[in-house]
């Protein structure tokens, strides 16, 4: 690699094991693809033979148990029991918790800020102690900070931007889409501190495209590095019998970007026909999509399913005919990957970047048009219609899966940026100042 030359003449051992700080303020596998991203980033990280300690913030990630966890507690006001529910003042006790305070106060998710004052308070601490920091998407204005004292790389995984314009699109009134704005307008202060970072890891080309549009993040400053699957673990199952018209889907949060109402409105239809029933890998949760399943009468035909092993969700999978990603906009989709790694026929949006991750409509997708009520349910008929087509697809998706991601080569291609990063003139500065070299 170019960057390695450099990095060896300022002494720099370019084979040499890294200790790697992680941040993640909001990294529990529950809450989305960031948490999955953390859990298993991580573990192939260590495998590789690198030393990776995690910071972060509520709700705490899950983790390999070779990899330290240093809690940094927020006041979690969007927990899943009283989301939005503002804090006494006895509990505002450090900087962090009255800026999170104060950003709440104006009606702004304020954890991406708060956690990033936190963070660069516990990393000040100890700046002699990792070779560099990757933030997982944080972008707080502490994050600065931590980038003026130790060489540090975030991963985008793409522009919230987009989901605060389909938010916004959905809002039934002015004054819901002037909240909606409001609480977004955190994502300003991501694009401010992306656009000062000296390299952004994301995952897809879209994701590259849209950041680039959205945030004015240089594209010289980017880099793609997909994310994985762990292939031996989501694997076939031809001994689980499938069961006719179960559908399955994963919806980690109500919101209109992931186009769960659109595969409501599907299902609907399609029971008028036949017994169609769906598995929904997430929690109920009050909100839009919940009230429209009972709306439409969908209720005793919907199993959620939450808080199982990864096993458990591969049984899942293996249970359905087929699986859906009804996204409005995706910047990668670790769901479709993981579906499409167990073999089961998936049925995917064209949103954002669905189509660079999940390949051409009839080889290894069957694809429709995202937002379009009609095109899914045409295309959920095809698979279900259609047993040879599933049996062909499902198979063409997990060979696409096992020929491009895996965690390991994600690892791999991120320790490559880590690398170009440390020889970085500014860096090695930086680790001679902290003594690391």
Known sequence: MSAVNPARAKGLDPDAPLKIAYLTYRGKPHVGGQGVYTRHLTKALVDLGHTV?????????VLDDRIALHKLPSLDLWNDAYPGRFPAYWEI???????????????????????????????????????????NQCLGYGILGVEKIMPTIVTLHHPITRDRALEMEHAPTKRRRR????????????????SRMPRVVVVSENSIKDIHADMGVSLDR????????????????????RRPGRLITTASADVALKGLSYLLEAMAKLRTERDVTLTIIGKPREGASNDLIDKLGLRPHIEFVSGVSDERIVELYAEAELAVVPSLYEGFSLPA??????GICLVATDGGALPEVTGRDGDTVLQCKAGDVEAL????????????????????????????WSWKHCAQLTVDQYREVLAMPANIEKLRTNGRI
């Not at 409001?182 to 994502?187: D, G, L, N, Q």
């Not at 349910?377 to 020929?403: F, K, M, N, Y």
Request: aromatic share 8%; charged share 30%.
């Open 377 to 404: 349910v045409t295309a959920l008929r095809r698979g279900l219609d259609d047993a040879d087509l599933r049996a062909r697809i499902g198979a063409a998706g997990r060979q696409r899966v096992v020929e491009r």
């Open 93 to 135: 006790k450090s900087k962090g918790d009255l800026i999170e305070t104060l950003t709440h106060m104006k009606g702004t998710f304020g954890e991406p800020l708060g956690y990033s004052v936190r963070v660069l308070d516990a990393l000040k601490k100890r700046q002699r102690d990792f070779d560099l920091v990757h933030d």
């Open 53 to 61: 300690e995690v910071f972060g913030g509520q709700p705490y990630p």
């Open 337 to 342: 990957i993981e579906a499409m790694s167990t």
């Open 222 to 241: 980017m880099r793609l590095v997909p994310v994985g699957v762990d292939p031996e673990l989501f694997v076939p199952m031809p001994h689980v019998t």
């Open 179 to 194: 909240a909606i704005k409001r609480w977004y307008s955190f994502v300003n202060m991501q694009g401010r501190v992306a």
